[in-house]
């Protein structure tokens, strides 16, 4: 039913905050628990002034902010984390975030007897490919905190399950959007490119381009969270990506082609590259979750690069 309430964490954030719009546009009440670091109450604030969203600004490692939070939900998806950046520079403190924090809303989520819960996890936990296209039984082998991070969320999750609480966990590839993360380890790349290209500059590329992601855009991604919750499916985890490994150097010149310039990428040496090649089997969500990729690298590209123009104060 529509009317069933949902907690989205993190809802302020990129991931988040499009999510969340799409709830409410699908009539779901909806709850954004959010600290505001990396997310922006401006992402949310027509939701809250429309009444279509309630927003608490909470920490998810405070116990109470998160069960008051949770009061009432019938789902929960728990996108509230720090990212790679971060982690590497606050090892400590990305634990007591990432794990402690989603230990807290797991557990409240159990106690509150939420239906299902849906958890961003990140394809970062497979580390380097051993094999390519890499499919959820890949061998997981974490480079960062963050990395280490999600895969004991995937762990904690799990141990809630026979407490009564359903999950379906969702491996996220290379996301991109509007409104995308500037901080981000891998993806900065597509606004740092994009803001070069507009000025007239070269795109500055960090060694020789070969290095890919599996570039999936944020609406694709709120669709198969919502597939994820709407579904009968439970306790699975999947690739979240587009099944479509994009060289950097690719990226480069699709913007350019994008905002029609005469320009070449400029290349320089080559920075610390965590993971240099990315890209997701992605069959078993489409068999189980029936979800597809609809958004192509272009397309989703031309929307950031308007949103840019709109929006300069997000990027």
Do not use: W
């Not at 984390?81 to 403190?93: D, G, L, T």
């Not at 924090?101 to 989520?109: D, E, I, L």
């Not at 992601?213 to 690739?239: K, P, Q, R, Y």
């Amino acid at each position: 039913m529509k009317s069933d309430k949902v907690l989205v964490t993190g809802g302020a954030g990129f991931i988040g905050s499009h999510l969340s719009h799409r709830l409410a546009e699908l009539g779901y009440p909806v709850v954004i628990l959010d600290k505001l670091v990396r997310g922006k109450y401006d992402y949310i604030k027509d939701l809250v002034e429309e009444k279509k969203a309630t927003f608490l600004e909470g920490d998810i490692r405070n116990q109470s902010n998160v069960r008051d939070a949770i009061k009432g939900a019938k789902y929960v998806f728990h996108e509230a984390a720090v990212c790679i950046n971060y982690s590497q520079k606050y090892p400590e403190e990305s634990i007591e975030i990432n794990v402690n924090g989603s230990f807290n809303v797991f557990q409240a989520s159990a106690e509150a007897g939420v239906e299902k819960l849906i958890l961003a996890s990140s394809a970062s936990v497979y580390g380097n490919p051993v094999h390519l296209p890499m499919d959820e039984n890949h061998p997981l082998n974490p480079i960062t905190p963050y990395c280490v991070s999600k895969i004991a969320d995937e762990y904690f999750l799990k141990i809630f399950s026979p407490k009564g609480l359903k999950y379906n966990i969702l491996r996220n590839f290379n996301v991109y959007g509007p409104r995308q993360s500037v901080d981000a380890f891998y993806t900065s790349v597509i606004v740092n490119f994009m803001k070069n290209v507009r000025e007239g500059k070269a795109p500055i590329i960090c060694g020789d381009g070969s290095q890919s992601m599996d570039f999936i855009n944020v609406h694709d991604v709120v669709e198969a969270n919502i597939l994820a919750m709407e579904s009968d499916v439970s306790g699975e985890t999947f690739n979240l990506g587009s099944g479509t490994s994009t060289t950097v150097k690719e990226l480069a010149e699709t913007i350019i082609r994008l905002f029609k310039k005469d320009l070449k990428p400029e290349y320089q040496r080559e920075l610390k590259i965590i993971v240099r090649r990315r890209q997701a089997d992605i069959s078993k969500i489409k068999r189980m979750l029936k979800f597809t990729p609809k958004i192509g690298l272009q397309e989703g590209l031309a929307e950031i690069a308007k949103d840019i123009v709109v929006h300069p104060d997000y990027y």
